[in-house]
């Protein structure tokens, strides 16, 4: 029990302190820096920042999720999910860097919440384990969308890593379905979805 405490304590820093590690290339890292105005300099910010501190919110999510899964097949799918997110991480760290940003000063407070809500989520059975991953990848999916709306058609190498961020979160979607996922009662997606609206309106700035 010590060693996985430590290993999960391991895991949380590297996530809010330490630079992710890129697996897949970098999407659209074969494309030019788009020549954007410093407004929209500071907006495509604004979301990466957004971006990155929801895949640190997964992280947690997610680890949270396999503490207290019951199924060796769950936590399989959740580990995979989290290792997928990590690269996300990776990418909007790099493309905030590019860009001349900042992190969001809040991710450790996230994280806390996120994982919270995570071991939450798995206490209650593997079922509803699974509908709230997937839930929260649809809302993801279209948090994605929105952004893909808003990013400078221009700024080719941003939208590429949104893109690819929204068919990973499709994937894990369709995965938690093929598991047994339980659809969630309305009440928790709304409020899922509330919570989700306060992180991001926080990280856009902070």
């Known amino acids: ?28 890292g074969e494309q030019p820096e788009a020549a954007l105005s410093e407004e929209e300099r500071r907006h495509v910010v604004g979301l990466m920042r957004v971006n990155h501190c929801g895949e640190v919110c997964a992280q947690a999510l997610y680890q949270g999720q396999a503490l207290t899964s019951r199924t060796a097949s769950l936590r399989d799918a959740l580990c995979g999910a989290a290792a997928q997110e990590v690269e996300h991480l990776a990418w909007t760290e790099v493309r905030i860097r590019e860009l001349g940003g900042r992190k969001s000063f809040l991710n450790p407070l996230w994280y806390l919440g996120a994982l919270s809500l995570g071991v939450a989520a798995g206490a209650v059975g593997d079922r509803w384990n699974l509908g709230f991953l997937a839930e929260t990848e649809r809302q993801v999916e279209a948090h994605l969308d929105g952004h893909l709306a808003s990013l400078p058609l221009e700024d080719a190498r941003s939208r590429a890593i949104v893109d690819q961020m929204r068919l990973d979160e499709i994937e894990h979607a369709e995965t938690a379905v093929s598991l047994g996922a339980a659809d969630l009662p309305t009440t928790v997606r709304q409020a899922m979805k509330l919570a989700a609206g306060v992180m991001t309106r926080a990280a856009y700035y902070l």
């Open 1 to 28: 029990m010590l060693d996985r405490l430590i290993v999960e304590f391991d895991r949380a820093l590297r996530t809010v302190a330490a630079p992710a590690r890129l697996v897949r290339p970098l999407p659209g």
